[in-house]
């Protein structure tokens, strides 16, 4: 299964950036790419998937503690 990397925009819009089929390969991609991005621009992100519309939606799934409620 690929991994996918994608750049996370405002408003949850994704792009994919690129695929690969090894993590090592994927995770140097990235590492890359955040190196040569401006202080502050969009999260670059890899999601393992069976499809590129899986790791999609994996990206946007709300993990548990990842959003915090006012009290």
Same mark, same amino acid.
């Given at each position: 299964m690929?991994y996918?990397i994608?750049?996370?925009?405002p408003?949850a ?8 089929e090894? #993590?090592? !390969? ?12 401006? *202080? @502050? ?6 999601? #393992?998937? !069976?499809t590129?519309?899986?790791a ?7 993990r *548990? @503690? ?6």
């Amino acid at each position: 299964m690929p991994y996918f990397i994608f750049e996370i925009k405002p408003f949850a819009q994704l792009e994919k950036l690129a695929e690969f089929e090894a #993590f090592k !390969d994927a995770s140097a991609h990235a590492k890359a790419l955040r190196a040569a991005q401006p *202080e @502050g621009g969009p999260r670059i992100k890899v999601m #393992f998937g !069976d499809t590129q519309l899986a790791a999609e939606d994996q990206l946007l799934q709300l993990r *548990e @503690g990842s959003v915090q409620q006012d009290d």
